[in-house]
Every structure is written in C-alpha cells, then in structure tokens.
C-alpha cells in the first residue's frame, strides 16, 4: 500500500514539474520570441524617422549615393548626426548597392567593396521592394552595444530608387525595457494558466488520492484485523489452505499453534472492554514477535490467536515456540497502570498428520486447546486422535442433552431415605435420569455439568421440579420429596418463583419440599444467594446442604446460613467397615455440630448394614444408601410406599 502510494506521489509530482517546465518554456520562448519582433518593428519606425529626417536634412543625398563627396554643409550634418539617439552608426548605398557613406569613416571612399547584393542579399531587396529590411545582431562593447539592429531603408527621390540607408540602431535598453514587460506578462499569464489548471487538478489529485486511500485501507481490512493488524480468519484459512497445498508436494510440514488468553473473560468483566482491548493488543505483539518470519499470525476472535509455523524439521521446534507463546504471553504487561499477567494455553496440531485441510487442523488444535486447558492452562498440549473421539462423544451427549430437554425425554428416579432409628422411609432423593437411547442411562454426573455449560440446566431443574412435586403430592402426607438444585438456577433464572408456582401446581406442602445444594452455590456472589434462599425458607420449604464435607469452606457457611439439614457425603462411609476409629469420630463430630445448630444430619451412601448400624449408634438422623434402596422410577416407589403403608414388617423395599 505505502509502496503504490509513493509512486502515484512520484508519478504526480513528475507531472507536476513536467508541466510547469512546458509552461515556464513555452512562456519564455513566446517572450522571447515578442520582444525581437517588437526590437525589429521598433528599429524599422525609428529607422523610417531617421530616414526621412537625412533625406530632407541631406541636399546632395543623391550626389553623395552617387559616389560624389558630400557638400561641407552636409558634412556638418553628418558629422552632428553621426551619433543621435540610440543611432550611433549609419552607411549609405547608392541605388545598385555600392557602399559610398559610413558615418563614423567619412574620409574614406568605397568604390572596391563588393556590392550589397553579394554579402547581404535581402538587404538589397529592399529596393525592389520598397519595404525596409532588418537584422538583429548581438556585439560587442565597446565596439558594438550587446544588442542592436540593423536596418536597411530605400530612398526614393522624384519617383526613382536613389539610395539604401542603412541605420544602426541601439536596441539594448529597448530589448531590456520589453523583455521586463513581456517577462511579467508571461510570468502572470503562466501563473494564470498554472493556477486555472493547477487548482483543479491539484484538487483532483486529492480526491483520488483520498479515494485510493481508502480503497487500499478496505482492501487491507478485507484481510486483516482492524484492532490488531494480524491477518483475519478468513484469510488466514486461506492462506493455511495454499500452504498446506504446497506442503503435500514439498514435504513441508507446519504446525498449527491455537492460542487463547487464560480467563481472558472474566478480566474483561471485572476490568472492562478498554482494557480488554489493550491486552489483546499487546498479546498480538508479542505473538508477531515469538513467531518467525514467514509464518502466518492471525485473530480468529475474542482473545483467540493462532500460528501457522513452517519449515518444522522436528516435534522440538514445535514444542519450542509454544513453550515462548505461553512464556511471552505469561509475561507482565502493564494496561492502564495495572499490573497484569493473562497467561494462555496453546493446542497443537500437526499438517499433514492431524487434517489435510486448514478447518480440519483448526478444528483438532482448538481440542488440543482444551487439552491444555484441562490440564490447568498456561501450557500447551499437541492433538491426539483421541480427542477427537471424545469430541464426537461430547457433541452426541449435547444432542441427546437437547433433545431431552425439548421433548420431554428425562426421567426421574427416586432414591428412599430412611429415619435411622426405626427405619421407616422419611421420603425420596429425586434423581435426574438421560435415557441413552440404548436402553441404558447417562449418570447426571456426566450429562449436568454439560446441560450447564449448554445453558440448558435452569430449565431442565424448572422441569424436575414441578414433576418431582406433582409426584410426591401423591404420596402419603409423612413422605417428603429432596429436589437437588444447580447452582445455575439461581443465577440463570428466578428460582423462587419457579418453586412457588411448581408449590401451588402440584397442591404439595411446602413442608414436604426440600432443596439440596451444595458450597460451589455460595462461593459466587454469596449475598444475592443468601437472599434467594431465604426467600424460599419463607415459603416453608427447607433447604439443605449436600455433599457436606467435600469443599473447603462448608463449616463457614453452616454458620452463615440456617440450614435445615446436613448431608454427609458418602466418602466418610468407606472407612466404617474397616471399624475405623477416626471415622466414626469425625462423623460423630459432624453429626453433633449439626445437632448443636439446631439441624438433622443425613448419612449418604450407606451400603452395608455395619455402616447402618454405626450411623444409628452416632444418632445420625436420617440414612440414604445402596443398603436401603437405590434410585428407582416413580412406579417402584409407589409400590414401595405402598408396602410401608400395609400392615405388617416395615422395610423398604429394594429397587433395582
Ligand atoms: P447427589 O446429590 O450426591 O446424589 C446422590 C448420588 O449418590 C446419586 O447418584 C445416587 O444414586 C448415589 N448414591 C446413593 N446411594 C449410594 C450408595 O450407597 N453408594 C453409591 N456409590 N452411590 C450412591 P446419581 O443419581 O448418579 O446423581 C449424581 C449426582 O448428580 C447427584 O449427587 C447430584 O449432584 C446430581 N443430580 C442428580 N439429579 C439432579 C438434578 O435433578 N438436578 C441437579 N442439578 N443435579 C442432580
Ligand atoms: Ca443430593
Ligand atoms: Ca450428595
């Protein structure tokens, strides 16, 4: 772009002068060309003047032009005339063009010289033609005057040619006086000239350089990014195309660095756009300057960069510049007076062995990404074919995730719990169920994590909800229902409504109703949680804490929030087989520090009945496990219930 600018600068200013030298020539050689005509004209009047004054001032002008020498009186004439005015010379000839006066040499006779008529044959014309003849000649001072004329007049007398004069005329003073004058008029005229084409198309020349300016800046746009001046997706695909092309021929083999700032997001929220901005900014310079020549940097997006570097002899050149992507990108930067360090994590992937095609390669890198990612980031991780089929199992678990979601496609199985004392069923743990399609189930802990990550998670809890409360209304008035809850229901939509209205739709007591939720709920924006949560204690439902002894902080939230129960994970069951001592002890320990804030304690994962019976002695409240009852579809537990109600032994019923 630079380039074609300086020559299209160039190639006009070329013009420019071009035009002005033709001007400034032109102007000076019609000046020049005016003001020897105007010496001309002016010697030939001031020659007539002349003429005509010798003629009628010389008595014997026709003796002398015929050779006879002059009277005394008109050698006083001569002599006084010799040098008047610019005429400081004069000759005379007789009518055949014999030289017979010169004015400054009058003692002299000339009848040997050779006749006008050879030596200057357009100065005898001049009695042929009656018309007078001039010649401008430069001399030399102080011989001559630098610039003077010659002209040749005929003389008539009674009708008859009689003599050629032939006058000097100092025409340097003129010559100076008319070139002054036409100088100034050439000068203006050119300078009128100039300016009536030079100002429009000086204007011209702006607007189409305005124009080109613009055009190469849309073309450079066309392939670039604007913030960063790296090369653009679309270009760079094509370019990775081309290279990957050739490299199947040459043997070449590039490797595809996919880059991405670590928790570039949340630094844009909590810091904002502007410094968003600048870190990208500053990472594409540093990118520009990690990578080598030759090999293409681009922005895909966001704070997503990529590298095609070439010319890879071995694995360790690749591993070498991903080890600087991550360094460089590692590094301190400075935004605005804040001190920043974003890190990043890079995926690789290798043309021609993980893609034939620059999507393809992206496509595998960008898994290698998450690789990276996974692996807890800044770092950086080469494709495996692995990865792929992980990839193809991700994406048939987010259809399947959607489908369910929008055709009604969940089940939900409930899980007894049991009071620990006589072993009666208190009620159920309502537990999401994904239909596999093959007559199995998807466990929640693989598919709600990703419905979370789909967005999806709030409306499939919403369904949970209200089904889980329309079923447990029809259960007996003693038989609660516990409903887990993600921590996205109450970031992602109004969890208090969305329970009130399931309340009021199902006709269940809000008492019968239990929430479970675990610490990861409180560690976010804990206030707006809190207040969420005791809305919903309002309405009468109680709220429990799952996983209870899993996290870092579950103790400071029990005393945060008056929670109505507490449930023990079941990774503090294991050890009670073994009749470890410490076990027990802490759960012992737990339960009472439930008991002491005033609230019930659920076991979780009770399998044995060693376990069953360590809880009952610990006064563990309430028991849920394999031991009594796995999750079953809500038909079992009718059946189940069922059983609990009829007269006879109480014992819950295995489901399968
Ligand atoms: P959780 O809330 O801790 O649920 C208890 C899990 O332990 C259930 O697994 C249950 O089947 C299992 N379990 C119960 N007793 C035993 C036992 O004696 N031994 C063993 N080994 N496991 C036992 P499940 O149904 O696979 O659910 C896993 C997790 O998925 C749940 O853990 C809960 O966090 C989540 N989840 C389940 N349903 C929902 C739901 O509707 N919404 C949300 N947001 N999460 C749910
Ligand atoms: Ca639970
Ligand atoms: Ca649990």
Not at 221 to 232: E, Y
Not at 402 to 424: K, W
Not at 493 to 504: C, E, F, N, T
Request: glycine share 8%.
């Amino acid at each position: 772009m630079h380039r074609f600018r300086l020559n299209y600068d160039c190639s006009f200013a070329a013009a420019i002068l071009l035009v002005s030298a033709l001007l400034a020539g032109g102007a000076y050689w019609v000046v020049d060309a005016s003001v020897e005509r105007m010496v001309r004209k002016d010697a030939e009047a001031a020659a007539l003047g002349w003429g005509r004054y010798l003629a009628s001032n010389l008595a014997d002008l026709e003796q002398i032009a015929a050779g006879e020498a002059p009277s005394p009186q008109s050698l006083r004439f001569i002599e006084r005339a010799r040098v008047i005015g610019q005429i400081f010379r004069f000759k005379l000839f007789d009518a055949s063009g014999q030289l017979r006066l010169v004015s400054d040499d009058l003692g002299k006779r000339w009848d040997n010289e050779p006749k006008l008529a050879i030596h200057n044959p357009a100065a005898a014309a001049v009695m042929t033609t009656g018309q007078p003849y001039t010649e401008i000649k430069h001399g030399k001072p102080p011989l001559r005057p630098p610039l003077y004329a010659e002209t040749y007049l005929p003389v008539r007398m009674g009708g008859r040619p009689a003599a050629i004069v032939e006058v000097y005329l100092n025409q340097t003073d003129k010559q100076a006086l008319f070139h002054e004058h036409f100088a100034l008029a050439g000068i203006s005229l050119a300078i009128l000239t100039a300016l009536s084409f030079g100002v429009p198309g000086c204007a011209l020349y702006l607007r189409s350089r305005q124009k080109n300016r613009a055009d190469a800046r849309a073309r450079y746009l066309a392939h670039h990014d604007a913030m960063t001046d790296l090369l653009n997706r679309a270009t760079f695909v094509e370019r990775l195309d081309d290279l990957v092309a050739a490299a199947r021929s040459s043997g070449e083999r590039i490797a595809v660095h996919s880059i991405d700032l670590d928790n570039f997001k949340d630094l844009n929220d909590a810091l904002g756009h502007d410094v968003g901005d600048e870190v990208v900014a500053i990472a594409a310079q540093r990118l520009l300057a990690a990578a080598d020549e030759g090999d293409l940097v681009a922005r895909l997006g966001g704070d997503e960069f990529v590298i095609a570097q070439r010319r890879v002899a071995h694995f360790s050149d690749v591993e070498a510049l991903a080890r600087r992507v991550v360094a460089t990108l590692c590094g301190p930067m400075t935004v605005r007076g804040r001190d920043l360090a974003p890190g990043a994590s890079v995926g690789i992937a290798l043309a021609p062995d993980d893609g034939a095609t620059a999507l393809a390669l992206l496509r595998n890198a960008d898994l290698a990404l998450d690789a990276a990612k996974a692996a807890g980031r800044k770092t950086f991780r080469a494709f495996e074919p692995a990865m792929d089929e992980q990839l193809k199992a991700r994406l048939s678990l987010e259809t399947l995730i959607r489908e369910a979601t929008e055709c009604d496609g969940f089940d939900l199985f409930f899980q007894p719990i049991v009071s620990s004392g006589g072993g009666d069923i208190a009620g159920f743990e309502a537990l999401l169920r994904l239909p596999d399609g093959a007559g199995g189930f998807i466990s929640p802990t693989v598919f709600v994590p990703v419905a979370e990550e789909m967005g999806l998670i709030a409306r499939i809890g919403e369904w949970v909800l209200r089904h889980a409360c329309r079923v447990a209304a029809t259960w007996p008035e003693h038989l609660g229902v516990s409903v887990n809850l993600s921590p996205k229901q109450f970031s992602d939509g109004d969890i208090h409504q969305v329970v009130k209205s399931a309340l009021r739709e199902s006709g269940l007591n809000p008492r019968r109703l239990e929430l479970e939720i675990t610490e990861g709920l409180l560690l976010k924006n804990t206030e707006a949680v809190l207040e969420q949560l005791r809305a919903l204690k309002a309405e009468g439902v109680s709220i429990a804490m799952d996983d209870f002894g899993t996290g870092y902080s579950s103790l400071s939230y029990l005393m945060r929030f008056p929670f109505d129960k507490i449930k023990i994970d079941r990774s503090f069951m294991q050890d009670l087989d073994a009749g470890d001592g410490n076990a027990a002890g802490i759960l012992r320990t737990i339960i009472s520090l439930g008991h002491l804030l005033k609230m019930s304690v659920t076991a979780e994962g009770i399998e044995t009945a060693t376990q069953a019976e360590v809880l009952r002695e610990l006064a563990c409240d309430y028991i849920q496990g394999f031991h009594y009852g796995r999750a079953a579809p809500e038909l079992d537990v009718a059946t189940m219930v069922l059983k609990e109600i009829a007269p006879g032994p109480a014992a819950a019923g295995r489901a399968a």
